[in-house]
């Protein structure tokens, strides 16, 4: 099962990430818990109704951290798809919403709207011909014909397209078919939500630096463990790379790599789901803490900033 997992990125403000995802881009919030790594912070997921593979955009509000940079060894942009006709209904909100937006362009023989979010973000929403015969999600804020059906992919800023591309192809389970310019498209087998990798090759290009606005990793998808075993193998094995052990996410389990052009993979399972601790009807209304976080609930949730007021 080939495709794009998830898109983890770092945000500032708590209140206005969440305000800005499910108000202005109508995603539902999959989601509530912190970073288990440093659980001071929330980790919020976004994405359709249940949070399936391929919808999910996360984030880590961090709301003292710097500015990021964009440039080398960054996802320069994430997309997301809509019906083809749904542009023209997006590009009028964006206005009224005073949500910064460039004119449509057209990349691969398709129309795209690029635009940013409140911690400057690039994103984009591609117009996907048959896109409104996919299931969507509304929160009424979008009208269910003109919703987001989750992504179409991402873009990276690679110095040399080669060795990430391999990976792509060899272990992700891509296929590079076709180029225009300095843009390489990548897509798996299978169509539909995060099938698209873009490899932008800018050779002498300055590096980005990681920071609020930046996209912290990309996820690819593994079936279950099995299969995610199978494509460690293949990094290992394959293309001298050092995967970390799996972790445990609570609704995934992860392995980390850092591709060669520098940005930081992940490879997560599909299973078990955002439904494991919770029903699907109230997904992301509780604040949800790992077993070993659990004896610090009432301390976590005396550090963390309060969503009441955009609840």
Known sequence: MAGIHHVTAIAGQATRNYEFYTRTLGLRFVKKTVNFDDPGTYHFYYGDETGHPGTILTFFPWEHAAPGRGGVGQTQQTAFRVPASSLGYWTHRFVEKSVAHQPPEKRFGEWLLSFTDPDGISLALVGVAGAEQEKAWSTGEVPAEHAIRGFQGVTLLIEDAGRTGAIL??????????QEG??????????????????????????????????????????D????????RKLTQNHAMRPTEQKDRNYFRSVYFREPGGILFEIATDIPGFAVDEPVATLGQALKLPDFLEPQRKAIEGVLPSLERVA
Not at 225 to 232: G, I, L, P, Y
Request: charged share 25%.
């Open 182 to 223: 300095s843009i390489i498209r990548f897509r798996a087998p299978e169509t539909g939500e995060g099938a698209v990798v873009d490899i932008y090759e800018a050779k002498g290009f300055l590096p980005g630096r990681l920071g609020r606005g930046s996209v912290h990793h990309i996820a690819f998808r593994a079936a």
């Open 169 to 178: 192809s060899d272990v992700l389970g891509f296929e590079r078919i076709g």
């Open 225 to 232: 463990d099995a299969e995610q075993a199978e494509m460690v």
